[in-house]
């Protein structure tokens, strides 16, 4: 097991403390007094440059209060696009919440490459859809983008350090100039040189935000920048797996792979650039404001008066622009290899296919709340004017689509917090996804402290087949045309109790015209309707005072001659040594394993990006065994891990080289090292 260089972890060191560096030199502005006097008295309130309140005295007393928030912060965000107010996570029993990768998934090798869940996982998504999303769980996207308020400037630094010179860099700072207005800045950077030739992989992500609302209420708006970058080498797997039992190394670097250039190639942990892989790339603008029309009113303290404002009518627009692009590209293509192992001719010296879209839509809306008291009950409805522009490899060739599709949503989280239910629609009535449609609903019920939370939903969608089914996409696919839409149903339900640390879910899938790839070059549809069934399990153990126990057990079945191959069984679980043993230290120590039974998994067309249905041959892994050391010191977490344990190979000495394998010519890495801290500052 090669670790990475003490000149390379220097380097690293040293980009961390020149980025905490620049992150702390702020510039702190000036007393920014903010005057709200009430209808009586002569009480007010002012605001320093960082939003927080700074409360003033009767008369003509010179002397401000000292305010509470002065030495600590009040921290709390919620998603765009909700309105359900959340804390920060500190918790550190849980790696897989701050990993790149969540547990379920798994991807072709290594951290950071094409990932795939375990779990039945359709796309649920109506409208248009370029095809690609095997990075999807790397991206920075609007909807899992988070809107903060805060009292201090917040700073949170990540740094993830693995073997082979494995590094992920992230940096996110929030804070409010004003009581009213907030931005947030988040970054993050991740390198995977990989095990085998051709596999480094790298993942980059900014995300930029702001939110301003004026002081009567009225107008707020939102603006939130992402870019991402996915590039990804791709080496097909080994020419001859069966040498990884004959290395002369033990080092699974040395042989040849189905994809990339023998012999020109290095690992190296700063290299991002791809040969032989895919590069995708997008970037999203959005901006939504909008006007209220409602009702004044008015709270009067001891000393403040603080003006109120009740919305009952709204006028919103949002637009959205987005410019992405998808390429795969291999500079050195050997064409024995192509024939060989893909039965592909090649025809040129260079393989590329690109396609690149861009993105542009206007949602007009009105928003209605019927009950002032209660902001989190509204009816919503509008319409969205989408513009799509396509242009493919880098000839010519142009295609213009565009849509028009109405939207409708219902929320009601009720004043007693008893029930909160969520309702939207979408109905394309013209364009390129004309009679496709997405309903969603969920009802979630408060059972009360004892009992805990019941949750039922329902959600039904109709989409169109993605474009990259289209004759005009330059992704090569033998088949392109005769693809309907297609259907999928989806019925769920969910328990928790959190009093007894349990939890238990139900969803109940039914699909028809599914469509799916079945080779690297070809897709079909199966117009059977068939059915598939998932129940999963959580609970947490106390075995004694130190001692806990964390499971996690997945059920999944699909029904008839589906072409869908699923593992019958995924658990997850967790013996961890865990409490405060200090003033200020929290501890958890243990041993993780994950297990799913056999089964015949998907393989993965690096051309095209897509997982695709065999039923050749079965995957049998061995159980996944990681040991960890997590703590958290205040704001400092800290996280130590050995993992792959079950790679141990007792016979012909001792080493970890008993790969499990994501496709038989695609192994996974050997004992793995991980250390990694999170350390948040509040200036």
Known sequence: MHLFSRKQLCLCLFLLVAGTAQLYAQVRTGMEQLRRNGGIGTGSVTYDSQGRMIKRSKGNDSLQRRNSNEDSITIFYHYFDSSRLLKLDSSINDFSKRAPVPWYYHTMGTSLTAAQ???????????????????????????????????????????????????????????????NFNFSLE?????????????????SNLRFTTHYQTNNRRYENFLILISNKSASS??????????????????????????????????????????????????????RHHLDIGKRDSLVTDSVTIQLFYPRLRVEHTLRYTNASYQFLDYFPDSASYRKFYNYPLLRDTVSFKDAWTDISN????????????????????????????????TAARKN???????????????????????????????????????????????????????IGFQNVNRSPSFILDPLSRFPLHNRTGFGKENIIRLFGAYENPRNKWKLTGEYYAVSNYMYFDSFFSARQEATLFNVLHFSAEKQFRLSRYWNWYTEIHVQQATGQAP?????????????????????????????????????????????????????YSMHNRPDINAFVHFRIKS????????????L???????????????????????????????????
């Open 401 to 455: 689509l565009y849509n028009l599709y109405g939207i409708g949503e219902y929320r009601n989280r009720t004043r007693n917090q008893l029930w909160d239910i969520e309702a939207t629609g979408q109905l394309y009535l013209n364009g390129y996804n004309a009679g496709d449609y997405a309903a969603y609903i969920s009802m979630r019920r408060s059972l009360g402290n004892k009992l805990g939370n019941l949750v």
């Open 187 to 203: 970054y993050r950077f991740g390198n995977s040189p990989g095990v085998l030739k051709t596999q480094n992989a790298s993942q």
């Open 363 to 394: 949602e007009f809306s009105l928003i209605s709340f019927p009950d002032k008291n209660n902001q989190a009950q509204f009816l919503k409805a509008g319409i969205v004017v989408q513009n799509l522009f396509g242009k493919f490899d880098d």
């Open 564 to 616: 869908v191959n699923l593992p019958l069984l995924l658990t997850r679980n967790r013996i961890a040594f865990e409490g405060n043993f200090a003033t200020n230290l929290f501890l958890s120590t243990g041993l993780e394993i994950r297990y799913y039974t056999p089964y015949k998994n998907d393989n993965y067309s690096p051309f095209t990006g897509q997982f695709f249905y065999q039923n050749r």
């Open 649 to 683: 190979n007792p016979s012909g000495g001792f080493g970890f080289n008993k790969y499990n394998f994501a496709s038989p010519e695609s192994p996974y890495t050997g004992l793995w090292m991980r250390f990694g801290l999170w350390w948040s500052f509040v200036n």
């Open 234 to 287: 791709e080496n097909g797997g080994l020419k001859d797996p069966a040498k990884l039992d004959s290395l002369a190394l033990n080092d699974p670097f040395e042989l040849d792979t189905r994809l990339g250039r023998s012999g020109a190639l290095s690992r190296n942990p700063f290299n991002t650039t791809v040969n032989t892989g895919n590069t995708y790339r997008d970037f999203t603008a959005l901006f």
């Open 117 to 179: 869940s375990f779990l039945f996982n359709p796309l649920l998504k109506a409208g248009f859809d370029a095809g690609f999303h095997q990075y999807d769980i790397y991206r920075f996207t609007p909807e899992n983008t988070r809107i903060y308020q805060t009292t201090r400037p917040y700073t949170e630094l990540m740094y993830l350090l693995g073997s082979k010179a494995e590094q992920i860099l992230g940096v996110t700072h929030t804070q409010n100039k004003k009581s």
């Open 636 to 647: 400092f977490k800290g996280f130590f891990r050995l993992e792959n344990l079950n790679t």
